[in-house]
């Protein structure tokens, strides 16, 4: 029996439960990683290379994580989404750092000054959705390369991510052997394969 037929198999209630966990999973998710990006003391870093390689690396680590998990859980769909939804702001989350970084080390590397941590967030997310509004700008070379990057990756990674998860379900609903169980034991194993 396929994931996709089980999915379907279950009762409306149990499918809305298990919905409803993964949303609580990626509100909790992006909660934390935006208290961490506001509470750690990411205005120490003076190195701006190595704040996008090891943001890089994390989103990297992150995202193999991610995938891992969809291959291997039950409903493979749901979490494809789920790992979606916590990825990207953990991508946005990795350039607003890397910016903050940029504008301390140098306040030259944007038309305007002090940037704020929440400054440098919204000129992620205004980068990530191509708005663009002009209130801050990349005004060193440097500093256009960076963002020149972020532009590239925000369409690489989401094309390669998006892709990747789907193959992560299709993968999933390859798997042979897969039982369906009762409710009870299908929300237990959704909250296992978290782990």
């Known amino acids: 029996m396929s994931t996709a037929a089980d999915w379907n198999e279950l009762p409306l ?3 809305r439960r298990l919905i409803g966990l ?3 999973r990626v509100l909790a998710t992006t909660i934390v990683m935006v208290a961490l990006y506001y509470l750690l003391p990411i205005d120490h870093g003076k190195n ?4 996008l390689v090891a943001g890089l690396l994390i989103l990297a680590a992150f995202t193999s994580w991610q995938l891992r998990i969809v291959s291997k859980n039950r409903y493979p769909a749901v979490r494809a989404i789920e790992a979606l939804a916590t990825t990207l702001p953990l991508f946005l989350l990795l350039f607003a750092w890397a ?3 940029m504008a301390h080390t140098n306040p030259a590397n944007f038309n305007t000054h002090p940037l704020t941590r ?3 967030l919204y000129f992620a997310v205004t980068v990530f959705s191509t708005v663009g509004f002009g209130d801050i700008t990349a005004a060193s070379q440097f500093a256009r390369l960076v963002v020149t990057g972020q532009m590239v990756l925000d369409l690489l990674v989401l094309g390669l991510l998006v892709r990747a998860l789907v193959g992560a379900v299709q993968l999933a609903r390859q798997q042979p052997g897969r039982e369906a169980g009762t409710a009870s034991e299908q929300i237990r194993q959704q909250g296992d394969d978290t782990q």
């Open 13 to 15: 209630a149990t499918r």
């Open 22 to 24: 993964g949303f609580g």
């Open 48 to 51: 701006v290379p190595a704040v």
């Open 99 to 101: 910016y903050f970084t």
């Open 118 to 120: 929440t400054d440098m």
